[in-house]
């Protein structure tokens, strides 16, 4: 076993997007712009409503997926095609972006907590104007596998490989492209967590609650944990804690992005921004 050493721990950075949003950029921000295949991970976690109620209105995207993954609150999506939906409590929207779409993200409430994620994953150049689509699952539909310890692990994408040499849990959505890992880790203190990704994959932590050891490292709340070359993520609970695992393989092909599209030349950014003028998502 090769555990994965820790190349860079990032603070989340405060911000807001959309209409006043309040949310942590865990990547996607000046210390840690991306991560191939990754592109940006917000976390949003409001209890008051005055800071999420203006919501993401209308705007697009083009050339790669956004991840929605709520753990309290509700969030409509309406888009230019006629699709609308909620993500409702513990529930994932998956959908790629494509070749572009037009798309609008609300709460789904007027108080209370609103509480989750939004995880950007490039596309390759193949598929940058592939059709647009969605895969969605509320939380019922995602399992959840239990480990020695208390140590629960929801699959959202990808498949486990438990260390009992089990058959291991796989997630409602395949990997994508890039053959993506997301799971949602509850470790109690004390516990450890470990879980081969494979060495063909970029791997990252998300450490949401708790504090954390990776390595030699002690992680807090609110910080990116950004891994190196191995084969296993081990990470040890100091504290009660929670953690994504975000693992894909690396795209490796130029990105060009700006603001709602990411493409793979200047040229086809370029064209993204007046496709959208025209009218022609």
């Known amino acids: 076993m090769s555990v994965r050493p820790v190349l860079k721990i990032v603070k989340g950075l405060p911000a807001s997007d959309g209409a006043g949003v309040r949310l942590t950029r865990m990547l996607g921000t000046p210390e840690a712009q991306m991560f191939d295949p990754f592109l940006m991970l917000d976390c949003f976690d409001n209890d008051q409503a005055s800071d999420y109620m203006g919501g993401f209105p209308d705007h697009p995207h083009r050339g790669f997926e956004t ?51 939004q995880l950007w994953v490039n596309l390759p150049a193949e598929l940058k104007m592939s059709a647009p689509g969605y895969q969605e699952f509320e939380a019922d539909s995602i399992p959840v596998e239990a480990r020695d310890g208390g140590v629960s692990v929801k699959v959202i994408s990808g498949a486990t490989s438990p260390p009992d040499g089990g058959a291991g849990t796989a997630g409602p959505i395949g990997g994508g492209a890039v053959d993506a890992l997301y799971f949602d880790v509850v470790l109690p203190a004390g516990t450890v967590f470990e879980e081969p990704v494979g060495d063909d994959r ?3 932590l998300a450490v949401y609650e708790g504090q954390v050891r990776v390595a030699h490292d002690t992680v807090g709340a609110l910080s990116g944990v950004f891994l190196g070359r191995g084969d296993t993520v081990r990470v040890e609970a100091v504290t009660d804690s929670r953690v994504l ?37």
Request: proline letters at 5%; aromatic letters at 10%; hydrophobic letters at 35%.
């Open 245 to 281: 695992l975000l693992a894909g393989r690396p795209i490796g092909e130029p990105v060009f992005w700006h603001g709602p599209f990411v493409m793979d030349t200047r040229e086809g950014l370029m064209q993204a921004f007046d496709d959208f003028q025209r009218g022609r998502f």
């Open 202 to 204: 970029n791997a990252m």
């Open 67 to 117: 991840v929605t993954y709520m753990l309290e609150g509700r969030m409509r999506h309406k888009d230019n095609t006629g699709r609308e939906g909620v993500i409702g409590p513990g529930g994932i929207q998956w959908m790629r972006a494509g070749k572009g779409i037009v798309h609008s993200e609300m709460p789904e409430q007027a108080e209370g907590r609103m509480r989750g994620f």
